[in-house]
């Protein structure tokens, strides 16, 4: 149990499809991001929320939408993705925006986009 | 920006031998923290070691050190006593120090085999 829990581990979704990625900690962190590792890629930031309020959206496109209604909760909602959206997406948890005292990750949900 | 350059895509280390990670990074920046981090099969991205920029001392936790070398900007990751389950992908990871800062950067990762 990494401190991170992600739902769900694996996602295969159509490109017409709607599905929402959620993410939870009971850490006491204040922060949350979201991650998309594709395969022979860096691990590229996507949002970062602070105390609830979304700080950084790095370009990512409007089919992703996320929401943060608690410093506890995050979720990632997903509609008309494209195979190349198929990736693993980390969720992760931090004391403060920008820690220098480390990042918890989750397991990440493995996405398949068909 | 800052880069980060892991040159080694695959590492083989006989179990229970020491083996070196590299890293190295490309700032301007004074103040900021370098992390590493081991992902096996499962995809969970775990903890391993954290070095501050101004800290005098190499960080070390466990079979884990880091060498840092601040003036050639590396930040190399030694595990002592290999163990089978070392094997998974590591990365190192940039982050800048100070308020509003909240990116973490990432390598491209190797991929750490461990012989039995």
């Known amino acids: 149990e990494t401190g991170v829990t992600q739902t769900p581990r694996h996602l295969v979704m159509g490109m017409t499809n709607k599905k929402s990625l959620k993410c939870e900690q009971h850490?006491?962190?204040?922060?949350m991001y979201w991650y998309k590792q594709s395969a022979k890629k860096p691990l590229e930031l996507m949002f970062v929320y602070n105390f609830k309020e979304q700080t950084e959206n790095n370009s990512v496109p409007s089919r992703f939408s996320p929401e943060c209604p608690n410093s506890s909760h995050l979720f990632l909602h997903l509609h008309t993705l494209q195979p190349e959206d198929s990736a693993l997406y980390l969720c992760a948890s931090s004391p403060t925006g920008g820690s220098d005292y480390g990042y918890t990750f989750g397991s990440g949900t493995r996405l398949t986009v068909v | 920006a800052q880069k980060i350059t892991q040159t080694q895509p695959g590492m083989f280390v006989q179990e229970k031998e020491a083996v070196t990670l590299d890293c190295t990074y490309d700032?301007?920046?004074?103040?900021?923290?370098l992390f590493w981090y081991k992902q096996p099969s499962s995809g969970e991205m775990i903890f391993l070691i954290y070095q501050g920029s101004y800290d005098e001392q190499n960080a070390t936790e466990g079979r884990y050190s880091l060498n840092f070398q601040k003036a050639r900007k590396s930040a190399n990751l030694v595990i002592s006593a290999s163990q089978l389950g070392d094997s998974a992908m590591y990365f190192c990871a940039f982050h800048l120090s100070g308020a509003g800062s909240y990116q973490l950067t990432f390598g491209k990762g190797t991929k750490l085999s461990v012989i039995p």
């Open positions: 850490l006491g962190h204040n922060a």
């Open positions: 700032t301007s920046d004074q103040s900021y923290g």
